[in-house]
């Protein structure tokens, strides 16, 4: 079950504190398999449990002469557990046993949040998308009126894309949740295989089938793409917010609370910095991505040119997708959807936009589809350039029913509850 936490806590995830505490959870999950195995006694085991801490500070100075963060780690908790039981500590690992298997368990608490948060936008939309169902508006291609649509299907395609982003994250979840306990180089020279299988249990976490000291870093690059891709999803329905918000054709609003203001000088101003501010942010969670697959080329069993990087990219991620998750949730819940204007666009130029339906009703009354064509981009483009009213144009080519018919909404209405029933609305 995915419990929610703030975005105050998925820092908290990623903060030194933390770190360490995760180390502490798999040592002592390796602590606990060698009691399982009947090396450590049970005696040993629970006084460690009971006293193996660290304190921060302690390891920033041991850190400062030995300059290891692992060692200084397992230093300040040694000191803790005393010498009788510290060298049952550490015993057969490497640091990145530790640094790995610590890591995966932060990805892991670090997306919970992020599916919660999902979870939250993908249920606006589905509300967005039902009470917009019937709303006419533009369709557009090229930023160009195209075709009628409602709102509610045009909702439908961000909802999609959501919901792949969901099993796309979820699939990556799953793939980066995985720990090795498997020594130097990966060859359990010191260690049994059976008690990385055992910790990792304990810890509810797979086994790599290979970890060469480390854990490849496709995986991670992998789970950094879902979260790109989730990202870029955010910022399509930004842009989409942003164009239609823009004063030429005002169809939307983002929420505009009492009290706020849009520009130092300009009174009349509001601007949907909102979805610009997550516009921004994706290009940061994108351009973590290519650091991410910088990372997956290392020196052969290892090397450290990839830590440096992860200790910034992933808690930037995963932070930001938390945030920008919240702010999209509360654009989609505000948004204002001014219908009014929506007809009014629909209606530009005399209803240039109904020209396709126009063009396939003069063909079925015999005309070939190259005249038929020649006549209605004609009238249409005649309409546009000079600011007139394609329908009237067209009333010398169609008789009045003839133009009720081409220019009548319903046969644009006519499959929207099909595709609505496709996403169970």
């Known amino acids: 079950m995915i419990t929610r936490y703030s975005r105050e806590e998925i820092s908290n995830i990623w903060t030194q504190q933390s770190k360490f505490s995760y180390y502490l959870k798999v040592e002592l999950a390796v602590v606990e398999a060698y009691n399982k195995m009947g090396v450590v006694s049970n005696e040993a085991l629970e006084h460690i449990k009971k006293t193996a801490k660290f304190d921060l500070k302690r390891i920033d100075e041991i850190e400062k002469v030995v300059q290891h963060d692992v060692i200084a780690f397992l230093t300040s908790v040694n000191e803790n557990v005393g010498e009788k039981y510290s060298g049952l500590i550490h015993m057969g690992l490497t640091s990145s046993d530790v640094i790995d298997t610590a890591f995966a368990l932060q990805i892991i608490d670090s997306t919970k949040i992020i599916l919660d948060d999902l979870d939250k936008v993908i249920s606006s939309l589905k509300n967005l998308a039902k009470k917009t169902k019937y709303t006419l508006c533009v369709g557009r291609s090229h930023g160009i009126g195209a075709e009628v649509e409602t709102f509610g ?46 910790a990792l249990e304990i810890l509810n976490l797979k086994p790599a089938k290979i970890s060469t000291q480390i854990i490849a870093r496709d995986v991670h690059a992998n789970y950094m793409a879902a979260l790109a891709i989730l990202a870029s999803c955010i910022e399509n329905f930004a842009v989409e917010v942003r164009h239609l918000q823009r004063w030429e054709v005002a169809e939307v609003e983002e929420g505009f609370s009492k009290g706020q203001k849009g520009s130092s000088a300009m009174p ?20 973590n991505l290519t650091a991410s697959m910088e990372d997956i080329v290392l020196w052969h069993e290892r090397d ?25 949730d509360g654009i989609i819940n505000n948004l204002v959807i001014k219908e009014q204007n929506m007809l009014l666009n ?10 396709q339906s126009c063009l396939l009703h003069l063909i079925k009354k015999g005309m070939t589809r190259e005249k038929a064509y020649e006549i209605v981009q004609k009238e249409a483009l005649d309409a546009f350039n000079n600011n007139g009213n394609f329908r009237e144009n067209m009333k010398q080519h169609l008789d009045n029913s003839d133009i009720e018919e081409c220019f009548s909404y319903k046969n644009y209405l006519k499959n929207i509850d099909t595709i609505f029933a496709r996403f169970g609305l």
Not at 156 to 184: D, T, Y
Not at 308 to 327: K, N, W, Y
Not at 346 to 355: N, P, R, T, V
């Open 268 to 287: 009349h101003k509001k601007n949907p910095v909102k979805s610009e501010n997550l516009t921004g942010l994706a290009r940061v969670v994108r351009g």
């Open 304 to 328: 450290i040119s990839h830590s440096s990087v992860e200790r910034v990219i992933f808690p930037d991620s995963t932070i930001l997708l938390d945030f920008m998750l919240s702010r999209l």
């Open 153 to 198: 299907f045009k909702i439908l395609n961000h909802l999609e894309m959501f919901n792949r982003a969901k099993e796309r994250l979820l699939f990556a979840l799953n793939e980066v949740s995985m720990g090795q306990i498997s020594g130097p180089v990966g060859t359990y020279s010191n260690i049994d295989p059976e008690i990385e299988k055992l």
């Open 346 to 355: 629909l209606d530009k130029y005399g209803g240039i936009i109904f020209s």
